[in-house]
C-alpha cells in the first residue's frame, strides 16, 4: 500500500519550484559573467537556453559570454538564435541588436529593426537614437531615419536623436534637412562639439556663414576641458572652416592642437601595423592565393572590392560605377572580414589581426566562399556586379582573392602628399590610429604602398589602380577602362556622381554630391613649411609636388 503523502501535491509545487529553479540559474549565470568568469557564464546560459529554447534573453546571455570567453563561432550562433526566437523586451531587443552589428548580420539587424516596431513605446528617445546608431553602423540609413524620426516626434529639443537625425540626413542626401537638424542639436546643447564637427562638413553650402560659425566654435570650446573629446572636435571643425576661408596661419595650429589631443587618447603602436603588413604579404604569397576557392553559377552575381587608403577617391569611385545598370553600390560592407572571423572562430582586432593570421590553414576556403555569397549577394539586387568598398578589404585581398575566384579588386591611388594630408585633417575616431601623427601617417602610407605591390605581383590582371587625379581629369576614359576591367561596356551615367538617390556615409557624404571637379592646388601646399615630417617619411626630396599616387 501507498503510504499516504507528507508533503505537498508535487504536481501542485512543480510550477513554483521550475520558476524558483530558473530563477536561481539566472542568478547564477549572471554572477558568473559579473565576477568575468566568462566560460563559466557561457556554460550556464547554455543550460538556460537549452531548458527553455524559446528564452531569447538566455541566448543574448551565451551569445555575449561566448564572445567574451573567445568563442566566435558560438556567439555567432547563439545570436542568431536569440534572433529567431524573438526577444519580449526592448532592453534584450536593444542588446541582440549591438549583437547583430557587432557580427555584421545586416539582413538579420533590419528584419529585428522590423519586429522592434512593436516594443516602440517602451523606449524613450535615447533607446531610439541608440538603435538607429545600430542601423547606421550597416549602412541601414533608411531604417535609422524611421526611427529618428519617432525619437524626434517624442522629444523635439533631444539633441543627441537631432544630430543622429542630420547626419543621416547628410548619408542620405538631405543638406537642407540634415542642416536644419544640426543647427537644432546645437541650439539644444550650444557645446554639443560632435553637432558643430559634423555640421562644419556642410560647409560648401554656406560659405557666406563661416566667419560666424568660426566665432561659436572658439566661444563654445572655451567652456570644455582642454584635451576632452569636445575639445577634439571643435578644433577639427575649426581648421576646416579656417582652412575654406584662406586663414591658413590661424587654421593650422587648429589642427595641431585636435591632432596632438586624439593622439593622446589612443594606445598605438604603428610598428605593430607595419609588421602585420608584412606578414599578410608574406603569408598570402601567390601559391596560396591560387588554392580552392569558391565557384559559384555562372548566373551569380559578383563582387568587386574597391580598396585604397581612406580619402583615396574611392567613395566618388563607387558612386560612378553605381550610375551603371549592371552594378549595384553596395557601401561600406565588413561583409567578409565577418565571414572570415567565422570561418577561423576568432574575432580579430581590426579587418585581420596576428591571430587570424596564423589561423588560416584551418579555414575551409570554399565554404568561406560560399557563406561570404550566401550572407551578400543580396547586396546586387538583381544587377550583375556589387561594390565592396571597404578602404581596408586592402589588407585581405589575398583572402578574398582565394576565396572568391570571380572577384575583382580596383585600387583607388592618389598622390601621396594630397591623400596623406587629406588622412592628416580627418577625425575618424579610433579605427585610423595611424592618422593624428605625421611620421605614423607617413609610415602607414608606405606599408600600404609595398602590400599593394605585392597584390599587384600575385593578382596580376584581376587588380586595377584608378588614379584619382586622372579620374577627375579624365573621367569618361578612366571610367571606360574601369568598366573594360570588369567585363561591362561605357554607360555614360557613371559620369553623373552627384545623381541623387543612394547613401554615402563617409567623410565625402557632402563632397561628392557637387558632381565631379577638376581637382585644383594641393589643400597642403599653404602649410607645407609645417609638414617636414611627412615629406621626410614619404622619402620626398625638396618642396614636393603631388608625387606617384600611393
Known sequence: MTPPATGPDPAMAAPDDAAATRERAWAHANALAAARDWPGAADAYAALAGSDPTDAAAWIGLAKASGRAGRYRAMH?????AHAAGPREWPHTLALARLLRDLHETRALAALCTAMAGFADAAGPDGLVALADLLVDEDLHDEALAWLDRAVDRAPSHGPARYVRGSTRLFLGDMAGARDDLERAIAAAPHFAHAHR???QLRAQDRAGAAARVERLRHERARVAPGSEHDIHFSHALFDELHDLGRHDEAWPELERGMRAKRATLRYDVADDLRLAEAIGDRCDAGFIAGAGFEPAPDTPAPVFIVGLFRSGSTVLERMLGGHPAVA???ESMGFAAALRLAADHRSRGPIDAGLLERLDAVDWPALGRDFMAANAWRARGRALWTEKLPTNALLLGCIARALPRARFIHAARAPMDVCFSNLRMLYGGFAPWSYDQRELAAWHQAHVRLMAHWHAVLGPRLLDVRHDALLREPEAVMRGVLAHLGLG????????????GAVATASAAQVRSGLRA?????????????GPLIAGLGLDGPPGSGPPA
Open 198 to 200: 559634423r555640421l562644419s
Open 519 to 531: 581637382p585644383g592646388p594641393p589643400e597642403w601646399r599653404p602649410y607645407v613649411d609645417r609638414l
Open 490 to 501: 561605357f554607360d555614360p551615367e557613371v559620369l553623373r556622381p552627384e545623381r541623387s538617390g
Open 77 to 81: 550562433a547563439a545570436a542568431l538564435r
Open 329 to 331: 553600390a553596395g557601401g
